[in-house]
């Protein structure tokens, strides 16, 4: 098969049934561009206007609601029943209104009344991805099972191609939605998100902006230095805020799992194998835990052995030969080193987490002899994945609708 033909493409499109009502999406513009296709298509199309606004709605699609947000269930139940609504979408699951509406639905179809729940969520097999799922993403996603079911399911012969991403100028819509948003004070989350931004979080943001190119001169000779001598062990920070830390670990913050590793590292680390940490790119502007690193390190006595560094190419790291395996709590940065067959140990919930993939001994164990990855597996578990959640698109850029949904009058 020629390679123009492996554009990877979800296994089933979704059809759409009937009236449709969308929450809260990813910042920017893309729900309101999906709500332009399904009203093309003549799907009645309806938006819960929280006052954290999203732009591109009509006035006629737009449902106003300000009240106590955790009175937000019963209005729903209301709009439900009142629009024939069949089809919710949402961007994430760990919003209160989001919360509420993937057990609202769960009641109504105990009841006989079925309503979808769609679920966007960044791409698990990133840069070119988009995640749609139907009941819960990351750490409540539907494909957290065992080995035996992948091990049934089929394999490519070839990996896909997929389409990348070109210069995205709708990004501009996420700045402007992203400043209206810090200056809402309206609750819509338990504990800080990046959908309930703060005022002083467009600081952080121009700071992470401009320390992007700052760590780029100043950590150029540690990148080099990083790739061209010793093992190595990659260990992988996650947003400080994250909901995959805080929901989907029994680690409270990125410095518990920092503390851990270390800890575990130092009571096997061989003469010459080092522990590299990356920070995450979108958390640069917000924290820095060099001091912390530097700290722990003394105390376990290994300081010469781990690096921190904020910027460096993954794909550099994992076709290094230094590279002996990656350490993360659940990050989508898994995938990526499974599809490269570099070990990986999950400490959290992610469903790549599981024998045969990521290693399940304990974490020093780990450091001593690394299990490898079984490639077929991954194969079969990479391959369900992206054929039935993944869609070769982006929120700001290019998103095949056409290729995602379907129509009953177009059936």
């Known amino acids: ?17 009937g009236s449709v009502l969308l929450l809260v999406g990813p910042i920017g513009t893309f ?25 591109g709605f009509s006035k006629k699609s737009r449902l106003n609601y300000d009240d106590d947000i955790l009175k937000f269930k019963d209005f729903l139940e209301r709009i439900i029943i009142q629009k024939k609504i069949k089809h919710i979408f949402m961007y994430g699951n760990v919003l209160i209104p989001h919360k509420q509406s993937i057990n609202l639905c769960d009641e109504l179809e105990r009841k006989g009344y079925l309503v979808n729940t769609h679920i966007f969520e960044l791409g698990y097999l990133r840069p070119n991805f988009v995640t749609l799922e139907d009941k819960g993403v990351n750490y409540n996603s539907s494909f957290i099972l065992n080995s035996d ?15 990348k991403q070109s210069l995205r100028i709708r990004k501009i819509w996420k700045l402007v939605t992203f400043i209206n948003h810090c200056f809402k004070n ?31 001169i100043t950590e150029k000779k540690l990148k080099k230095d ?4 010793d ?20 680690f409270g913050n990125n410095s518990e799992f920092i503390y851990k590793v270390i800890k575990e590292f130092s009571r096997v680390t061989s003469t010459n194998t080092k ?6 790119p979108r958390d640069r502007g917000y924290n820095n835990f060099s001091k912390f690193i530097l700290k722990t390190s003394k105390e376990f006595n290994i300081s010469d052995k781990v690096y921190y560094i904020h910027d460096i190419a993954l794909s550099k790291i994992f076709r290094s030969n230094l590279c002996k395996g990656t350490v993360l709590i659940n990050s989508t940065v898994g995938y990526q080193s499974l599809f490269h067959s570099v070990p990986v140990k999950a400490t959290g919930i992610a469903p790549y987490n599981i024998e045969g993939l990521a290693d399940q001994k304990n974490l020093s164990s780990f450091f001593v002899s690394p299990q490898k ?34 129509f009953l009058n177009k059936i």
């Open 373 to 406: 990855v079984n490639k077929l597996l991954f194969n079969k578990f990479y391959k369900c994945i992206l054929e039935n959640s993944q869609i070769n698109g982006n929120f700001d850029g290019y998103f095949p609708f056409e290729d995602t949904f379907i």
């Open 231 to 250: 093992p190595f062990f990659l260990v992988i920070l996650q947003v400080e805020t994250d909901s995959q830390i805080i929901n989907g670990s029994k």
């Open 186 to 216: 309206y609750k819509i989350v338990d504990f800080e998100h990046k959908l309930q931004p703060k005022p002083i979080y467009i600081w952080f943001q121009l700071k992470g902006f401009f320390l992007k190119f700052f760590y780029r």
């Open 226 to 229: 990083i790739l061209s001598h």
């Open 31 to 55: 729900f309101s561009r999906l709500a332009n296709f399904l009203e093309n298509n003549n799907v009645k199309t309806y938006k819960i206007s929280f006052p954290l606004y999203e732009y």
């Open 149 to 163: 079911f992948y091990n049934k399911q089929s394999a490519f012969k070839e990996y896909p191609i997929p389409v």
């Open 1 to 17: 098969m020629k390679k123009k033909d492996k554009k990877p493409k979800l296994k089933k499109k979704i059809l759409i049934e």
């Open 275 to 280: 522990l590299v940490i990356k920070h995450h």
